[in-house]
């Protein structure tokens, strides 16, 4: 299971920015997905997740500013960021629980996915 992070980049205070993981390969199955951010010298942590039947979580630091959706179809997470603060930086990570094929067919449990973390500054 490969999970594959687009649409970071640079942003002004204010601005809006809407990061995209799409999972691919032999996908068995996939439950809570979401988004994890570091920032440098920081520990990684978690921004939002969303259930299959998605049920999401957030952050206090970013209730009313970002919002977590899935397509269950296409295997993706999204992450709608508006009103971005200069605190906001890091690079964001996605996350997913998920087995491959192989795995799901003989019964293994699912564990943690990681994407490779895309780059999201916000700065004047």
């Known amino acids: 299971v490969q999970l594959v992070e687009s649409g970071g980049g640079l942003v002004q205070p204010g601005g809006s920015l809407r990061l995209s993981c799409a999972a691919s390969?032999?996908?068995?199955?996939?439950?809570?997905m979401g988004w994890y951010r570091q920032a440098p010298g920081k520990q990684r942590e978690l921004v939002a997740s969303i259930t299959s039947s998605s049920r999401t979580k957030y952050a206090d630091s970013v209730k009313g500013r970002f919002t977590i959706s899935r397509d269950n179809a296409k295997n993706t997470v999204y992450l709608q960021m508006n009103r971005l603060k200069a605190e906001d930086t890091a690079v964001y990570y996605c996350?997913?629980?998920?087995?491959?094929?192989?795995?799901?067919?003989?019964?293994?449990?699912?564990?943690?996915?990681w994407g490779q973390g895309t780059q999201v500054t916000v700065s004047s």
């Open positions: 390969g032999g996908i068995g199955s996939i439950s809570d």
């Open positions: 996350n997913a629980d998920a087995s491959s094929d192989t795995d799901y067919v003989y019964g293994f449990p699912e564990r943690a996915y």
